[in-house]
């Protein structure tokens, strides 16, 4: 077996044999008539180390990623008194790296499709590390804003590449299963993220870096987020860019080398060993996609063109209805889960005073908010308090293992209910969970319930998501995936503001509408032809 170099004059087909036509006959070249595609050769060599490996560095930047963008509902708390921030303040704050992921995402997924998955891959997370780097030693609430900016477009490129990346490593019948166990991630950083505060915050301390800056312990909660990242992009450094892109390239002698990679991590040998050296090999090549970036023309307006012609059709009849309403739902679904799980640390510090147990949760923050006015006015000076209780800690650890439990039940409950089904009951709990928070004050029942209020519409998105998968045509489902989560992020900024400006002086409709959202998202599936 050989592969030809692409790289010279007169290239052939990857593979051209040699065949021996018979005793005496000479030697005949001969085109292959063995043409193996892309998924045949992947399961020739077999799932292994490299899989393996890709799917830790998948879950190490998940771990990142999500662990940025929640931990600052915390770290909201802990540097309030040292920026001076209001209730809008901190809104603002926590919106800051969602709407950067929100604005760059979808231009990222074409980018990582033109110019290589792994680029945006290492790239992206090398830039978000040094962002948040920087950001530990800014003193400015709007600069600390603007830089986790930056860092959510930078987090945009890693939301966008990942999970092609992974799954283009794997055959489809390991994919589904791999992408499950990367998505688990997303409950392992909520997890990760309150225990590493709680573990960081636990120590009162300051550090005098200048008469200026004082180095507090928060600002070593964006160390712990920054290393799942550091150490994935180092891991993620010798891997090659995703054979099958490079197929889709028309860069044979590329995708040859990179398979080669893989087979000798797996197997421990050559590809052509694992062929044998006397057969035929001819690798089929990918079909290019019509709407590839680089067929837009050259520069930011030829990449925007192309981004537009690929996404109109997803506005045309017969996807339009079906498309609409799936990105309105997913939006509802993150405004209240997403958005109100930010927000949690913020409620259950607050709630966590004197009157638990005899008061429902509005009356308790409504308490805790005068508490803060009273403060004001019996003294000159705001009395600022940045302490943070162990039950925010707890409470928020378990929700973190509420979507792990949630997640595996989901799963065994979906080919038997179906997934509309099991959608509807989702959506049903969680907007009774909503009704009951407005009345209930037993402390425990209030817990069950914002886990409940926070997880079936946290459930539902992934459900929601592959739904939309179904709803359009193969070459429209990334699209419509990355509007759709587009949306989702959407939600959360416009929670996460709402939520900010509303809480204090009208507690009550802030979970109403959230509540409200839920009951419209189950409503709109209802209509779905899922």
Known sequence: MQFSDSKNEGRQPIGVGILEAGSGAGIAVVASSNEFDYESVLARIGFGKAQWILLLISGLLTLCSMATQTSVGIMAIASQCEFGMSQG???IMMAACVTGI???TYFWGYV???????????YGTIATNLLQLISMFITNIWVFNVVNLLMGVSLGGVSAAIYAYLSEFNTDKHRAVVINYSTMFVSIAAIYMPATCWLVLSADWTLHITDSFVFRPWRLIILLNLLPGLIGAAMLYPFPESP???????KEYEAVAALEWICKINRGRSLASVFGNDTDFKLKAEQIADDDLRSGGGGVCGILVSIWRATVPLFHKPHCTNFILSIVSVFGMFLTSAGMQIWYPEIVNRSSGDNVGSSSVCEILEASFEKQRLNVTIVDAEICDDSITTKTYIDNMI??????????IQGALLNPLGRKNVLLAALGIGTLSGILLHFVANAQVVLVLFCLY?????LSISIMCGAMVDLVPTHLRGKAVSIGLAMGRLGVIVASNMIGVMLEPYCNTTFAILTASI???GFLVHFLPI
């Open 112 to 122: 990582s499709d033109a110019f290589g998955r792994r680029s945006v891959l290492f």
């Open 244 to 250: 099958k892109l490079l197929l889709a390239q028309d």
């Open 89 to 91: 303040e901190k809104g």
């Open 454 to 458: 926070i997880l079936m519409p946290g």
């Open 519 to 521: 009951l419209i998202c």
């Open 102 to 104: 929100f604005l760059s």
């Open 399 to 408: 929700v973190g293992c509420a979507f792990l439990v949630g997640f595996v």
